[in-house]
């Protein structure tokens, strides 16, 4: 079993930089492929970002190319998303997702099967 803690959402200006966090439990994180998805109320899930195990296989969504980063510390079995140039947008509420030994990061939600709880972030004008 895999848990997924997200943390680091909150308020922020438009313009402005977010830095999200993933902390996973579980064994060998190492090769977990992990992601990054959105959605807002009575909207449908959005694929934002994700990563393959090695971090060297990176792949994101066109609307945030270019903006954000996510990266891993394997050592520290957690997943970050930079955010910067927030958009009103991009407010959303922010979800983790791993799969154990997917050697291509998946970018769809249906390619995970551990989630985390999500966490808010909301960019104001």
């Known amino acids: 079993q895999v848990q997924l803690v997200e943390s680091g959402g909150g308020l922020v200006q438009a313009g402005g930089s977010l830095r999200l966090s993933c902390a996973a439990s579980?064994?060998?994180?190492?090769?977990?492929?992990m992601g990054w998805f959105r959605r807002a109320p009575g909207k449908e899930r959005e694929f934002v970002a994700s990563?393959?195990?090695?971090?060297?296989?990176?792949y994101y969504a066109d609307s945030v190319k270019g903006r954000f980063t996510i990266s891993r510390d394997n050592a520290k079995s957690t997943v970050y998303l930079q955010m910067n140039s927030l958009k009103n947008g991009d407010t959303d509420v922010y979800y983790c997702?791993?799969?154990?030994?997917?050697?291509?990061?998946?970018?769809?939600?249906?390619?995970?099967?551990?989630w985390g709880q999500g966490t808010q972030v909301t960019v104001s004008s």
């Open positions: 579980g064994r060998a994180f190492s090769v977990y492929a």
């Open positions: 990563i393959n195990w090695t971090g060297g296989s990176r």
């Open positions: 997702a791993a799969r154990p030994g997917m050697a291509v990061p998946g970018t769809v939600g249906d390619d995970y099967n551990f």
